[in-house]
DNA sequence: CGATCCGTTCCGTATAGCTGAACACCTTCG
DNA sequence: CGAAGGTGTTCAGCTATACGGAACGGATCG
């Protein structure tokens, strides 16, 4: 309609050369390995561009070159996890994952909050049946219980939580709570009362198709407010009784924030220089 | 000594500017987060170079960008853990993982065997006393007992295994057997008992430091030999009799390999690209 | 033995990344 | 209050350098 839309972004930002490795080495990932001629036609680019790129990702050890295939190796895996592993959320939540995994028989999941999004960072336990969840997915906070969980314990302690999230209720008109095409004013007030059963009871249900298994979700906050994301523990048909594995979540994730908090109090004397992740202001 | 080395290797590979992207990423990784001036003084780079590498990074969605410091995001889990649950070794071990996790109440980890180094990709259990591994850390196969169970391994069909591993024994001098300073020729009598006794047993045994916790190592390898990564299981201190853990791990790799030699049997029909890290020859 | 694939190398060229200086902004300190 | 020093960001020019096309080895297939 109006001028605003400049198309492929004019890109005053610099440095298209390392655009384009990451574009080679995120169509290896998706392709799960290809070659260099195979690679230039996908992308446009010619061969010997290609080829250029791709022994530079070796050299650096990013991507393997076995016969006549290149692929990503593990050194994305290694730096995503020391990125996880030096994660204070992760380092306070893995004892009470490993033990809550283990009483229930079912399986626990780490998130991450960042920017609007959960990060799934972190799985204790495996069950064949269960819903596929991929490390480091990421999704958006209007879906899949982890999200909803934390947008409602946002909204506790105020509306300025990040700063800009003041339509936090009405975006999450997105959840499938089997109520996909209301309309827009029943919708507000459905998830409003979610939102508040929630938060009444501290933690989210969601039960899967055909009442196959049963989620339950919490955010994991600090002490002063801010939501650094949640813990999910997702136990499989008719294992138990679903209210102990409720109660049991609630447990653990008290002993998180527990454990979280004491982290920030002996970490944050003389803030070392970013805070992890707490928006200050 | 000889005119051999070429300082800095004059680089005839191309493309250094994406050398310099991931050292920058590297070193955001590293120390945790960094500034731009910060990254520019310790790279020896002007600051608008990096200004002009950090926000590509954060345009791709590999960097983040709170405040003044710029971390490493999420996307690097997700594009390795993509990687991980490709893999036919980890969706042919994860329930085994588990369930071997569960019943010896240890910690489990799966190593991938390439190029003569052993990659952690995933573990099932936590235990705090026990030895801290990372997820993708890689280390060289002639140390923490995973490596020398698949060196072992190797050795049953015949030598030629990978093509340039004919001194897989005498590399393996490495072991911390609690006998690091014995005469090099003795080492390799030992090392060859070693092995044997591996593969006699089927397993590897290693015990902490003052007995604090036990490792149970076995490799896995295909049908017709080739060595695919190892399994392992680490039980703390007294828990139940060791001898059980052992037992039960060698059942697991034997669920494993079958899982995945059919696996293979399934999937190697018109072998799609690259048949998966099979060398073939 | 051509015919086709593949990956790799080479080189000229113009593009695009690098630099240093100037800018805006914020604390802090004199 | 206004220098002083610390950020991150922008701009314009120069030259290094990444790009592309063509030519080169090496397989595999008919």
New interface residues.
């Given amino acids: 309609m109006d001028r605003s839309l400049r198309m492929t972004e004019p890109s005053r ?10 574009t080679i ?2 169509l290896l ?1 998706r392709e ?3 070659g260099v001629t195979e690679v230039a036609t996908a992308l446009g680019m010619s061969k010997s561009t290609v080829h ?2 791709l ?3 070796v ?2 050890g ?1 991507v ?1 070159h ?2 006549t ?1 290149y ?16 994660s204070p959320l992760y380092q306070a939540a ?2 009470e ?2 033990s809550l995994a ?1 009483e229930t ?1 079912g399986v626990v999941r780490l998130y ?1 909050e ?2 609007d999004d959960a ?1 799934m ?1 972190a799985q ?5 049946g269960i819903q596929e969840r ?5 999704t958006p906070l209007t879906e899949s219980i982890a999200g909803p969980v934390m947008l409602a314990e946002r909204e506790r302690s105020g509306d300025e939580g990040t700063g800009d999230d003041s339509t936090t209720v009405e975006d999450a008109t997105g959840d499938d709570d089997s109520a996909a095409d209301r309309e827009a004013l029943d919708i507000d007030d459905d998830v409003r009362d979610r939102f508040d059963r929630i938060r009444r009871r501290g933690y989210a249900v969601e039960t899967g198709p055909e009442g196959s298994d049963r989620t339950f979700a919490g955010a994991l906050s600090r002490r002063d407010g801010t939501v650094m994301g949640a813990l999910t523990v997702t136990v499989p048909g008719e294992t138990g009784d679903p209210l102990s594995a409720g109660d049991r979540l609630l447990e653990a994730v008290e002993r998180v924030e527990l454990s979280l908090t004491s982290w920030y109090d002996s970490h944050a004397t003389f803030s070392p ?2 805070s992890w ?1 707490v ?2 202001n």
């Fill in positions: 930002n610099r440095v298209g050369t390392t655009e384009k490795s990451f080495l995120e990932q799960d390995g290809a250029s790129h022994t530079t990702l050299e650096c990013y393997t076995h016969d295939q692929h990503v190796s593990t050194k994305l895996l290694r730096l995503g996890g020391r990125l996880r592993d030096q893995r004892i994952m490993k283990a028989d991450l960042e920017e990060t960072i204790e336990g495996y069950s064949p991929h490390l480091g997915e990421r220089k970013h992740h928006h200050s």
